[in-house]
């Protein structure tokens, strides 16, 4: 609906629409909690050099997309030093380690860490490495908006939707 005001000294008018009105709703959603997991961790070749080479990829075993900025921490066990990185918005990172033996580990927020003892790496070798986060079963706060009222069982309903990009 439009309303148009005229005033006879100075042509002045405003034009008043009418929105419809958006409801917002709170919704707490509980996340199932699945353990992360190592999916694959294999040499693919040798780099004739000093160091091993590591190529590490991480994903979403929900969703099954890469995961960026994802910690990964490669701990020294004979010197008890860390190295870590972050990953790329395509979900991996590369890193090149000194042969020793190392813990891995990989955090994300919201999702379950994933650790792997003791794993040698060898000079000169390259390993492609493939990791799966799983949710850590803590729920998650969403904000719903609709515009027409919903019951709680639709808002819950509403907010389990995979969220558009």
């Known amino acids: 609906m439009r ?7 100075a042509l002045i008018f405003s034009i008043f629409s009418c929105t419809p009105k958006l409801y917002t709703y709170e919704v707490t959603v509980p996340l199932g909690a699945h353990p992360s997991e190592l999916l694959s961790f294999r ?3 040798f780099n004739g ?3 091993a080479d590591v190529f ?4 979403d075993l929900e969703s099954g997309e890469p995961m960026s900025n994802t910690v990964v921490i490669f701990t020294k066990l004979s010197a008890q030093t860390a190295l ?4 790329t918005e395509n979900g991996t990172f590369r890193k090149k380690l000194p042969a020793d033996a190392y813990n891995l580990e990989v955090r994300y927020t919201g999702k379950n860490s994933f650790r792997l003892s003791s794993y040698t790496l060898d000079a ?12 850590s079963g803590i729920p998650v706060r969403k904000i719903v908006k609709s515009r027409h009222p919903l019951t709680q069982e639709e808002a819950e ?4 939707k995979p969220e558009r990009q």
Request: glycine share 14%; hydrophobic share 35%.
């Open 43 to 45: 040499p693919t070749g």
């Open 157 to 160: 309903q509403e907010a389990m």
């Open 49 to 51: 050099e000093e160091d």
């Open 56 to 59: 590490c990829t991480v994903i």
């Open 3 to 9: 309303t148009v005001l005229f005033s006879s000294a």
């Open 124 to 135: 000169g070798r390259q390993y492609e490495i493939k990791i799966g986060l799983g949710d």
């Open 84 to 87: 870590a990185g972050i990953t």
